[in-house]
């Protein structure tokens, strides 16, 4: 099982920047799979195909009656149907704001130079860090 650094969107307006950045990379012919949480839902995910790296990328919302601070994280898994293992990457979102957008952004980089291998990608929320696999420096 390989980790993936992640690549961390933390600016307001990286919505329109995410976009138009992943403009030219061709998306992947799988339709990856979204897993929400109660607190975070998963609003969006595309995975392009950045030449030696696949782009995970998309939106998260938060429920409009969630109240509380947001723990977690994104855990994003490649998988591949010739039998090689998992690519396995963490991410967090851009910050979400507690009144007015609910919205937030992420995206990820999974170090993959043969895109058209990866048979399925699942984001999943993760309401906790896991002490072990928490990325240096990401606050869960």
């Not at 990379?25 to 998963?42: Q, V, W």
């Not at 979102?93 to 980089?109: D, E, L, Q």
Request: glycine letters at 8%; a positive charge.
């Amino acid at each position: 099982m390989r980790r993936a650094t992640a690549l961390q969107i933390v600016a307001g307006g990286a919505v329109g920047v995410l976009t138009s950045a992943c403009a030219h990379n061709p998306a992947l012919a799988i339709t990856p799979d979204m897993r929400s949480g109660k607190s975070l839902k998963i609003w969006s995910v595309h995975a392009e195909d950045a030449g030696d790296t696949v782009l995970v990328h998309g939106l998260v919302r938060r429920p409009a009656l969630a109240l509380g601070m947001l723990y977690g994280h994104l855990h994003v898994v490649a998988r591949f149907s010739d039998g090689r293992p998992d690519v396995i990457a963490d991410t967090r979102w851009s910050r979400i704001a507690p009144r007015g957008s609910r919205t937030g952004s992420y995206a990820v980089r999974l170090p993959i130079a043969d895109a058209a291998a990866v048979s399925h990608i699942t984001v999943s929320y993760a309401p906790t860090a896991d002490a072990a696999d928490t990325i240096p420096g990401m606050n869960p």
